[in-house]
Structures are given as C-alpha cells and as structure tokens.
C-alpha cells in the first residue's frame, strides 16, 4: 500500500472548482480547498470551504474551517470554540463538524446538498 490519501488528493484537486448541479434552479457548488502546515486548531492540514450556493450567489449550506464558531454556551459555562463546522442553511450560525478525513468530508457534503435539494421540491 502506498500510504497516499487519495481522498485528501481528489479534494486538492477539487480547489477553485465551481459545479452547476442543477442549472433549472440555479444551483451549483463551490469548493476551496489548501494544503496548510497542520496548526492546533486544523490539525489535518487542510483550510477547507465546501458550499451550496443559489442562482443569486448566496449560500445555502456548507462545510468550512475558514473560521470560528462557538457553540454549547450556558449560564456561567462559556462556550467551546470550534474551526470544523458546518452551517445548514444560510441562517445557521454554525454547528461542530467532527472531521474524520477529506473522504469522510466529500461524503458528508454531498449528502447534505441531496438534502438541501429534496428540501426545495417540497
């Protein structure tokens, strides 16, 4: 065996790439994807955004460590703060993504967009 993560190399290669996924709706997809030097806060070595976009350039839902989020808050308990996260709409803050790999990410991206598109044939 080779060792390589071909995953993590197919999603690399995937960087700046923009999909139409359904051109009556006027949806595509958009990926930015860097090899980075791995850090605490992105410890896989990549700074990924993964999003759904509408005819109108907003986002819909997507997966990215581009930033920050906080999340679990309480009275007198401050909140956890996170870079893998993912929003699942345009309204959502954020939520804790749980990172496993780039092939585990491409998955679960993909899965989200089916569901975000059987959502607007309601």
Not at 58 to 83: C, L, Q, S, W
Not at 85 to 93: A, L, M, P, S, T
Not at 95 to 103: D, M, T
Request: charge should be neutral; charged fraction near 30%; proline fraction near 3%.
């Amino acid at each position: 065996m080779s060792g390589k993560d071909h995953a993590l190399e197919n999603l690399l290669e995937l960087e700046g790439t923009r999909f139409v996924i359904d051109e009556e709706r006027g949806l595509w997809v958009k990926f930015d994807v860097k090899l980075i030097t791995p850090t605490s806060i992105r410890p896989h070595g990549i700074r990924y955004s993964l999003s759904l976009h509408d005819r109108h350039n907003n986002r819909m839902m997507g997966f990215d460590n581009a930033h920050a989020i906080e999340h679990g808050g309480k009275v007198n308990v401050a909140p956890i703060r996170t870079y893998d996260h993912w929003h699942r709409d345009q309204d959502d803050k954020g939520r804790p993504y749980a990172f496993v790999n780039a092939g585990k990410l491409l998955e679960d991206f993909w899965v989200e967009v089916d569901k975000a598109i059987k959502k607007l044939e309601r």
